[in-house]
């Protein structure tokens, strides 16, 4: 029972505990090429958050882990079987709502746990902290935390080298050998300045990648796996760190 996972603890343990800092795991449910599970981006997004708030805890940060949400925006995988879309206006909705409640209980500051490259918070905590001007709302893409060539030969992003790598360490059991995955090779757009990304479209994934990878995953390794995600948690560690003992009111240098 980690006093520090919403999902495990009790009341007896909550009601009289001090709370500075609320995580909100986000993923998403999709297909990752022929080899990983569709719970990749969850699994992930999940044990980051929980081993970072490990290691922060630790250090005395009072800091409680959410449930994760399971589904992300997917507009651009609606026709990949069984790939779950939640359209980014529901986002904000049930953000608002937990929202709401940290609001109401002075619990202030919030940091949504991003693990997937089609949900987009950015906007909605605009519109949030102006409805909710007590709180301090932070977002993080933990795939943007690390440069990829400093532990992979290939990028790509999705069901790629990286993703397959950290999966292989974390949960050998769901991946398939590399020798079942397709080569996750994603097309570029005909326009020049959207593969520049000054410019931006959704990608209609289906006419992008045939195995619904994009990225080669063939030099995977859960050793390379482990190194990352090692660093990942320890930065997410940090940040959590850093956000608890913040004074919301004197942000600024
Ligand atoms: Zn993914």
Redesign the pocket.
């Known amino acids: 029972m980690k006093p520090y996972i919403l999902a495990e603890t009790n009341w007896k343990s909550v009601k009289d505990s001090k709370v500075d800092l609320v995580v909100l795991p986000w993923g998403?449910t999709?297909a990752?090429n022929y080899h990983?599970p569709y719970a990749?981006?969850n699994i992930?997004v999940d044990r980051i958050a929980s081993e970072a708030a490990e290691l922060a805890f630790s250090r005395g940060s009072k800091v409680i882990v959410l449930p994760l949400i399971p589904f992300g925006v997917n507009t651009g995988q609606l026709d990949i079987k069984l790939d779950i879309n939640l359209n980014p206006s529901t986002q904000l909705a049930i953000l608002n709502d937990i929202i709401d409640v940290l609001n109401r209980q002075d619990i202030n500051k919030l940091l949504i746990l991003n693990?997937?490259?089609g949900n987009d918070f950015k906007p909605m905590i605009r519109e949030l902290g102006a409805r909710y001007p007590k709180m301090f709302i932070c977002g993080c893409d933990w795939?943007k935390s690390f440069s990829n060539s400093d532990f992979f030969e290939s990028g790509g992003?999705?069901?790629d080298e990286m993703?397959t790598s950290i999966m292989q360490y974390l949960v050998p059991d769901l991946v398939l050998p590399v020798s079942e995955a397709g080569e996750g090779i994603g097309k570029k757009f005909r326009i020049k300045a959207l593969n520049e990304n000054w410019a931006w479209a959704e990608r209609k994934w289906s006419q992008v990648t045939k195995d619904t990878g994009i990225g080669n995953p063939k030099k995977a390794s859960p050793e390379k796996g482990e190194k990352c995600f090692l660093q990942i948690v320890g930065k997410v560690a940090d940040l959590m760190q850093e956000l608890s003992r913040a004074d919301i009111n004197n942000m600024y240098v």
């Open positions: 998403a999709e990752h990983l990749t981006d992930m693990g997937h490259g795939f992003g999705h069901a993703e």
